[in-house]
């Protein structure tokens, strides 16, 4: 810092622009805690159960709903309204009408799950400690207040047994465990036997094509046998499939609308109940974790409104991992050739300017290169190549997780040739010089002592690519995103790992929620509680590539760093 000298005295000049600088810290930390805090009390407010309300309106109210001046359910936000706007002294003023936001539930009775009330509407608001809540697989929630069950022996148990809830929850556990008997037998069993019989198609297709008329016979009667052999295990399994769901539909709930009917669905479309209003905090608790569980372990329904994001989750971790496989070794590489190897003229300048101007290209641009050169040019030459039998059905000449990830580690690679620069750069010249000096060869002095030794910084590297990449979410659209794939890319299925398959991403989960839900009051909860997940999983990878960051800058510190 310079001084100017009055009246003998030393002025400090510049210092404005200090309490500027650290104005604008001060101002982006606080922008970044605003938003992180807002993300994580809309996120985690879905999972904390909300009282269920009873709201009887003013008579003759244009709120009221099915003939009766009742309804009731959640209160999912308010809002103002505005009513009128009129001139004054001061000028237009507005005025305002607040307005709740109720979440009715029962979207196949209502038509809407969400209906907006002026407040001043309500004559009388009260909590039933009887109203229930129960998570569905279709149709959202139901909110009323139980009736009674009916049982597939004809007995019926009326709500106000003292055994009613009970047995209630006991029928859901055993509804639970035989959804995941079907889900077993629907996706394990027989989506093996499905695998098979595929194959057997492809290999008879093939036989027919190469094999000769004398053996042709021959081939296709074990094909046949074969096939007849696995159609018999499907019809077995798919029969024990169909009992499993008819006794999902045997017992029936029967409950009472806040509108004043009655009505009832099997207890086989339920998947969680509770009492909102009658929940101590200790109920609380529990119901918050089962509901993150469920989010986090679970895959999606209902358009992607309800249920969970496990496959979203699971194709993002993949993706970014394949990514940060394929981006590393070519990044490093290009920066060592361009750093260690290269002669320092035009051509070189060229090539760290074309690669800071690749950093700058709009995402898109990569996933349209992406589709015309990973999809169609080398899938579709691999499909040629070894899967002539399956064409025109195309296998790797479609969009999936490997060319998504190729497509993202082109678009990051330039970051990390820049760190690895920055960082092999940064290693003493006398590490080089006493290698070679004591008979190293240059390679030799690379691989075992500068890239060590700038391993941190290629990592630093690497967590800027893994940061942009698993956020990005347009050039996947083109190479192999989708909206719901329950299918893992990793199954039990030879040969486990399937590279070619179609994904969900937590990005893509997102835009889907925001922009093409068909209820988009439903789906906003569902948007801040998905960003809430892929922040955390952006952290939880970088914190891992920083820890082991820190380890090596510790092992390879030197007086340079």
């Known amino acids: 810092m310079t001084h100017n000298s009055i009246n003998g005295k030393a002025k400090p000049v510049g210092e404005k622009w200090v309490w500027l600088t650290s104005m ?74 607040q307005e709740w936001h109720i979440m009715l539930g029962n979207k196949d009775v209502y038509g809407s799950s969400f209906r907006y009330i002026d407040l001043d509407a309500a004559v009388s608001v009260s909590r039933p400690p009887r109203a229930i809540m129960v998570e569905r697989m279709e149709y959202g929630n139901a909110i009323g207040i139980p009736q009674s069950l009916e049982l597939a022996d004809g007995t019926t148990i009326n709500a106000n047994d003292p055994h009613f809830d009970i047995k209630l929850r006991s029928l859901v556990e055993n509804v639970r465990k035989r959804r995941a008997k079907i889900r077993e037998i629907e996706r394990i069993q027989i989506g093996a036997i499905n695998h098979e019989l595929q194959q057997l198609r492809i290999k008879e297709q093939a036989t027919r094509r190469q094999a000769d008329a004398s053996a042709l016979s021959e081939i296709i009667d074990g094909i046949n046998a074969k096939r007849s052999e696995l159609t018999a295990q499907y019809e077995v399994l798919a029969g024990r499939a169909a009992e499993l769901r008819k006794l999902q539909m045997a017992d029936r709930f029967h409950f009472q609308l806040f509108t004043g009917e009655f009505h009832s669905f099997p207890v086989g479309n339920m998947v969680h109940i509770h009492y909102p209003n009658a929940m101590s905090f200790g109920d609380k608790i529990r119901h918050f974790s089962h509901g993150l569980w469920a989010f986090v372990s679970q895959e999606p329904r209902e358009a992607n409104m309800e249920g969970g994001i496990f496959p979203a989750i699971f194709g993002t971790f993949v993706m970014t991992l394949l990514m940060s496989i394929a981006v590393t070794p070519f990044g490093v590489l290009a920066a060592i050739y361009l750093r260690e190897y290269a002669k320092q003229g035009f051509f070189v300048r060229m090539v760290r300017i074309s690669v800071n101007n690749l950093a700058g290209v709009p995402s898109i641009v990569f996933g349209v290169f992406g589709l015309g050169f990973f999809v169609y040019f080398v899938g579709g030459s691999i499909d040629s190549l070894f899967f002539k039998d399956v064409l025109p059905t195309p296998t790797f000449g479609t969009g999936g997780i490997l060319w998504a990830s190729l497509a993202l580690a082109l678009m990051t690679v330039p970051v990390v040739i820049v760190a690895t620069e920055e960082s092999l750069a940064a290693v003493p010249r006398g ?33 800027l690519a893994m940061a942009r990449g698993a956020g990005e979410v347009a050039p996947l659209m083109l ?7 329950p299918s893992l890319p990793i199954d039990h299925i030879y040969p486990y790992v399937h590279l070619d398959q179609k994904f969900m991403h937590l990005g893509f989960h997102i835009f889907d929620l925001g922009f093409q839900s068909p ?39 030197t007086g340079a760093f």
């Open 479 to 485: 190479v192999g995103v989708v909206k719901l794939a």
């Open 24 to 97: 604008g810290l001060a101002v982006g930390i606080l922008m970044v805690v605003t938003l992180l805090g807002l993300i994580i009390r809309n996120g985690l407010a879905v999972f904390w159960p909300k009282p269920v309300i009873r709201i009887e309106l003013q008579e003759d109210s244009r709120f009221a709903m099915r003939g009766t001046n009742v309804l009731g359910g959640m209160i999912a936000g308010t809002r103002d309204k505005i009513v009128q706007s009129v001139e004054s002294q001061t000028g237009r003023q507005k005025q305002y009408e």
């Open 519 to 557: 209820d988009s009051d439903a789906a906003q909860p569902m948007v801040f509680a998905t960003t809430l997940f892929l922040i955390l999983l952006v952290v939880l990878l970088n914190l891992g590539a920083i820890i082991v960051r820190e380890r090596l800058r510790r092992r390879y510190a």
């Open 431 to 463: 590490v080089r010089e006493g290698s070679l000096a004591l008979g190293a060869s240059k390679w030799q002095t690379i691989a075992r002592c500068v890239l060590p030794a700038s391993a941190p910084g290629i990592l630093t590297g690497l967590v």
